[in-house]
């Protein structure tokens, strides 16, 4: 049967791969939208278009990353009824990929995080990631170069997450609670791994974890992942990914042509069923996002996905997308591209690359991974995740916690939630009772 026309429309494309990480869905009930607001303007800001106008204050900040990225950050001092914003416990809130700060703040004032713990007397910040709608500037480079896209995660990592800890840590002279949702959570559990911000963090939540990807169990997500890194040739000379673009929505589209994919129900393709998602909060959604990101982060995202496919080696050749640890967190798989290809195989031409480049750039063939187990044993950790997630499956997340074996137990704290799928945990409409609660608790514990 031929699929109907608007399924590939623009919206449609860009909401497919928006998903991939931070996913959305019109499940749930149907409820009206919490305020005027239609999308954060450029000129206006997150503040003044989804905080002021609810009564709260809300700040404006930058932070500048080492390597001269310019980071846009917001501040919610204080909850409604005030209160001395120096005192309170500082929180860093950080997103996922293709998405801002704004992500959070698509339900009420009542039901989303940022306010939530403002309102619970918490000092709030709301991160932003290089290449988002405000957080474009460079000190010396313009986002229309090439040169102002090539990072991945690894940078966020290593740059983005020490610039905005310092930052804050500067503001309020106190240690950060921090709170990573998807990727938020993967570059947080990175960073810390790593020791970047070992004497200004106090606590950390993860909302749906996917630090390991090995069990993702959906045929879109797992074809687009082996799309990306298989055609990743055709996105060289393409160093933004913008997702809004027509070359992006051609390769979405294309995804849906794949034996056993199902693109008629997205959200459930790619995120397993989220429970409790309203129409209201998705239309607002829609409006704000997705937003652009590097290529090579996109690259480096699928290469967390193939974490199964086997060396292929053609007298030291390697076919794009192979170099990859199976159970892993790895660095950025680097690679050099041959002007030569194989035989066409099912419909798919793979191009040929050497895996020399790995060894200049690591000294080996293989990239470094980020050892989770490095993470501080006392270190106190709330981790939540959903038995209907596709992306945090329960055994990755069974992985994960196999990575923190010896942490100190009465540090380590967790939630199943039998019901929850990846936005859930974000735009649920019952996510403060069933997980915000959880993390003001926990974070009132480490006071």
């Not at 905080?51 to 846009?72: F, M, N, R």
């Not at 793979?350 to 020399?356: E, F, G, P, R, Y």
């Not at 974000?426 to 006071?447: L, P, R, S, T, W």
Request: proline share 4%; glycine share 8%; hydrophobic share 40%.
């Amino acid at each position: 049967m031929a699929r109907p026309p608007e399924l590939f429309s623009l919206a449609s494309l860009t909401l497919l791969l928006a998903l991939v990480v931070e996913p959305h869905g019109a499940y749930g009930t149907t409820r009206g939208s919490f305020g005027p607001n239609d999308g954060a303007s450029e000129v206006g800001g997150i503040c003044a278009t989804s905080v002021t106008i609810h009564g709260y204050k809300c700040q404006e900040h930058q932070a500048e990353t080492k390597d001269g990225y310019i980071l846009s950050m917001q501040r919610i001092p204080e909850g409604r009824n005030g209160g001395a914003g120096n005192t309170k416990q500082p929180i860093l809130i950080q997103h996922g990929v293709l998405v801002d700060g704004m992500a959070w703040l698509l339900n009420s004032p009542q039901e989303n995080l940022p306010m939530i713990l403002a309102d619970k007397g918490f000092d709030v910040w709301i991160a932003n990631t290089r290449g988002t709608r405000f957080c474009r500037k460079h000190v010396s480079l313009d986002s229309s170069q090439p040169e102002f896209w090539n990072w991945s995660w690894d940078e966020l990592v290593s740059f983005d997450l020490p610039a905005v800890f310092d930052f804050v840590f500067n503001q309020t002279q106190q240690k950060i609670h921090y709170i990573g949702h998807s990727l938020g959570t993967l570059i947080g559990l990175a960073s810390f791994s790593e020791g970047h911000q070992a004497n200004t963090l106090k606590s950390a939540a993860f909302l749906s974890p996917i630090a390991y990807l090995s069990h993702m169990n959906t045929a879109l997500g797992t074809v687009a992942a082996k799309a990306f890194v298989g055609e990743v040739t055709t996105w060289f000379g393409v160093a933004e990914f913008n997702p809004k673009v027509q070359q992006a929505s051609a390769f979405l589209k294309s995804l849906c042509n794949y034996p056993g994919v199902d693109c008629y129900d997205l959200l459930s393709a790619i995120t397993g069923k989220n429970c409790c998602l309203n129409f209201s909060t998705v239309d607002l959604f829609i409006k704000n996002e997705p937003q652009s990101t590097a290529t090579k982060n996109m690259v480096h995202l699928a290469q967390r996905f193939i974490v199964v496919l086997a060396y292929t080696c053609i007298k030291g050749i390697v076919l794009i997308g192979t170099p990859i640890c199976p159970g892993k967190v790895q660095v950025y798989a680097r690679v050099t591209i041959e002007s030569r290809y194989v035989e066409r195989h099912e419909k798919m031409s793979w191009n040929i690359v050497k895996l020399d480049y790995n060894e200049m750039h690591y000294g080996a063939a293989k990239p470094p991974v980020y050892n989770i187990s490095n993470i501080p044993r006392d270190l106190p950790i709330f981790i939540s995740y959903g038995g209907q997630d596709a992306l945090s499956d329960i055994q990755d997340v069974q992985l994960l916690l196999d990575s923190l074996k010896f942490h100190d137990v009465n540090k380590l704290m967790t939630q199943f939630i039998k019901d929850y799928a990846h936005a859930d945990f974000v735009m649920g409409i019952n996510a403060k009772d069933v997980v915000y609660n959880q993390v003001v608790m926990f974070f009132e514990n480490q006071q």
